[in-house]
């Protein structure tokens, strides 16, 4: 039977960074993956901020600077704001520097980067769950780690496996690319287009990325008629590579160890609520996780001091992010209400709500 220091599941953001992290380290290291294509296909939006924007909203410039890498080649487009629009088509503009990048190419160069370190990549190979210290492969095949990390996306096998389940809402998700506008900025558009949620429009760099996101879907309506519905009424359009998937939204859970196996990224419930964004928290919540599984088989560190060290990170901005989302959904759903607010809170109410900073002309926080 194969041993490794670490065994990392799923070789998108969260499981790259934590198996670079891990390999860096000096632990012997394993990175699998389901896909025959690593970041392919693509389920996602394809936004990042830019990395100042991303210490705005964490205060950990030491570890942003070390594992939110966004490799040049993979960058689409740099983008200069974004436009909240109402349910009405009124637009509140503000500045956020950020870029559009290929998943594909993402996902694919970060997993490279991670065996450039020294870790062993391997897909298609998929993951049916943990037993003891063995990671269990669809092949039948076992695999011996001291430590497993789950960085397997929001329906986790590693966390269903050992009983990490954490409370939240599973967004149903739909993405898509267009003949888009082509500008400098993105758009969200709150209200009927995606009730509870909202639907986007992305530019790339000869076409767009547009979807959507709610929680529930409203009776009688599937995404793709939702989607087809949003493009028509913005006048843009047909869809093209259509992709169906989930963002997990609620508060970060208090722990991400189980026994010996970590938790990252989406499987670790760690996408900002207010605008299910959840590359950068991927990133910086993987790394923090390698190095806690690396410094446990070196050094015999407890797995658990992986929990101090993204919580003081993490945890109090998605937390806030979580209370702001929670706030919102009172109206996400009435477009009357909905455009009322955002014309009440106008741009700079906006601007600070996607900051996770609550806007001043409404009070007292919740
Ligand atoms: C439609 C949509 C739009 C989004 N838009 C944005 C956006 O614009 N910006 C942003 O920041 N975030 C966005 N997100 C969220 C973002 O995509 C995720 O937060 C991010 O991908 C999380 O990274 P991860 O590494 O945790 O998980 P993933 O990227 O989901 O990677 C998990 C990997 O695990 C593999 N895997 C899963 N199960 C197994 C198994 N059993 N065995 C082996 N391998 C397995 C998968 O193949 C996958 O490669 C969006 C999400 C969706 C669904």
């Known amino acids: 039977m194969d041993r490794y220091d670490v065994v990392v599941v799923g070789a998108g953001p969260a ?16 990175l699998l993956d389901r896909r025959s294509e690593l970041g392919h296909p693509v389920q996602c ?6 990395a100042t924007e991303l210490a705005d909203l964490f205060e950990c410039p030491e570890l942003i600077r070390t594992a939110f890498e966004v490799p040049p080649g993979t960058v689409l487009r740099s983008t200069r704001w974004m436009a909240c629009v109402s349910p009405y088509g009124h637009r509140f503009t503000f500045p956020l520097a950020g870029y559009t990048v290929s998943r594909r190419a993402f996902d694919k160069a970060l997993a ?3 065996e450039g370190a020294g870790a062993e990549l391997r897909h298609p190979v998929g993951v049916t769950g943990v037993a003891d210290d063995e990671v269990v492969l669809a092949s039948g095949e076992r695999i011996r780690a001291r430590v497993v990390i789950g960085a397997d996306g929001p329906l986790s096998t590693v966390g269903r496996s050992v009983g990490f389940a954490p409370t939240r809402t599973l967004f149903k998700m739909i993405t898509a690319t267009t003949d888009g506008p082509l500008v400098d900025g993105i758009d969200l558009h709150f209200g009927r287009a995606a009730p ?21 879907l409203p009776p009688g309506r599937s995404l793709d008629r939702l989607l087809d519905d949003f493009l028509a009424g913005a006048g843009i359009g047909p869809a093209r ?9 609620g508060s970060p859970p208090a722990s991400l160890v189980r026994g010996r196996a970590l938790f990252a990224g989406d499987a670790a419930n760690l996408v900002m609520a207010t605008n299910g964004g959840g590359i950068p928290t991927a990133m910086l919540s993987g790394w923090l996780a390698g190095l806690a599984a690396a410094r446990h088989v070196r050094d015999g560190r407890p797995l658990a001091e992986y929990d ?7 945890y109090e901005p998605l ?8 706030f919102g959904d009172r109206f996400a759903r009435h477009d009357v209400l909905l455009a009322l607010g955002m014309r009440y809170i106008g741009a700079s ?11 001043a002309r409404l009070g007292r926080r919740p």
């Open 45 to 50: 939006g394809e936004f990042l901020p830019d």
């Open 308 to 314: 101090p060290a993204w919580r003081s990170a993490l």
């Open 196 to 216: 509870g949620g909202y639907a986007w429009v992305f530019p790339r760099l000869t076409d767009a990325n547009v979807g959507l996101g709610v929680a529930e």
């Open 319 to 326: 937390e806030r992010a979580a209370r702001i989302q929670r």
């Open 15 to 30: 499981g790259a960074l934590a198996s670079r992290a891990a390999a860096e380290s000096g632990a012997s290291t394993l």
């Open 349 to 359: 109410g906006l601007d600070a709500m996607m900051r996770l900073r609550w806007p």
């Open 112 to 114: 490279y980067r991670a």
């Open 241 to 249: 590579e259509r992709t169906h998937w989930w963002v997990p939204v």
